[in-house]
């Protein structure tokens, strides 16, 4: 069936250090990915997206990378701040391309 | 602040009591979503609106029972809920179903426990 998961359930890094957040997807046929950051007491907060036919898009501080041929999705995090301690969930498109599959999720904590 | 918000953003109950969960997105969405979430598992998709219909209801048990009046506010109505049933129920909202536009906006949650 289709499932998203995250390699890691945590990751501690020091302030300022660079964040790699990984995820594997099994739906070959996803069109369309989001990352999403959870804080403490809050909902999801969109970050992120990418499509299929690209391999990397960048936002602001953050980085998006989507290997297709190992449907391998990771979300990099320059110069991480004590803020963006969080849950960061990734999300891929169902077969049907119209609702989203969540992962369990990665706790990012930063130290200062 | 994300453009939807959630009502109440506690709440406790007892297993014979019933209740209800509002959401309200300011964000002119077309589509809605309940969502589960529940420790140390992925987020679980409960039922989607789209133009007030449902299109989805993910074997959802009956005790919770969703309304949607109109494309801004939707509703989840609690009854002789199970203490299993205690989680985050997070609300969505995205333009429409479809790539881009299916990008979903979340509430703050409504955070429930069943006694």
């Known amino acids: 069936g289709e499932s998203v998961g995250l390699h890691l359930p945590t990751l501690s890094v020091q302030e300022g250090d660079n964040s790699i957040i990984n995820c594997a997807y099994s739906?070959?046929?996803?069109?369309?990915f989001i990352w999403y950051k959870q804080e403490s007491g809050k909902g999801p907060q969109f970050i992120i997206d990418?499509?299929?036919?690209?391999d990397k898009r960048q936002g602001q501080r953050v980085t998006v990378l989507l290997n297709k041929t190992v449907k391998h999705l990771s979300l990099q995090i320059a110069a991480t701040q004590p803020g963006d301690s969080a849950v960061y969930f990734c999300?891929?498109?169902?077969?049907?391309?119209?609702?989203?599959?969540f992962g369990k999720g990665t706790t990012l904590s930063v130290s200062s | 602040e994300t453009g939807v918000t959630q009502t109440p953003r506690h709440l406790v109950m007892g297993m014979t009591n019933k209740k209800s969960l509002k959401c309200e997105q300011h964000?002119?969405?077309?589509?809605m979503y309940w969502y589960k979430q529940s420790a140390k598992k992925p987020l679980e998709l409960m039922f989607v609106?789209?133009?007030?219909?449902?299109?989805e209801n993910n074997s959802v048990p009956s005790r919770f029972s969703p309304e949607c009046p109109n494309s801004s506010h939707l509703f989840l109505h609690l009854h002789t809920l199970q203490p299993e049933d205690s989680a985050l129920y997070l609300c969505?909202?995205?333009?429409?179903?479809?790539?881009?536009?299916?990008?979903?906006?979340f509430g703050a949650g409504t955070r429930l426990s069943v006694l």
């Open positions: 969505a909202s995205s333009q429409d179903r479809t790539g881009a536009k299916n990008i979903q906006y």
């Open positions: 739906n070959s046929a996803s069109d369309y």
């Open positions: 990418i499509r299929s036919n690209m």
């Open positions: 999300a891929e498109t169902d077969q049907a391309g119209t609702a989203l599959i």
């Open positions: 964000l002119g969405h077309n589509a």
């Open positions: 609106y789209n133009f007030k219909e449902q299109t």
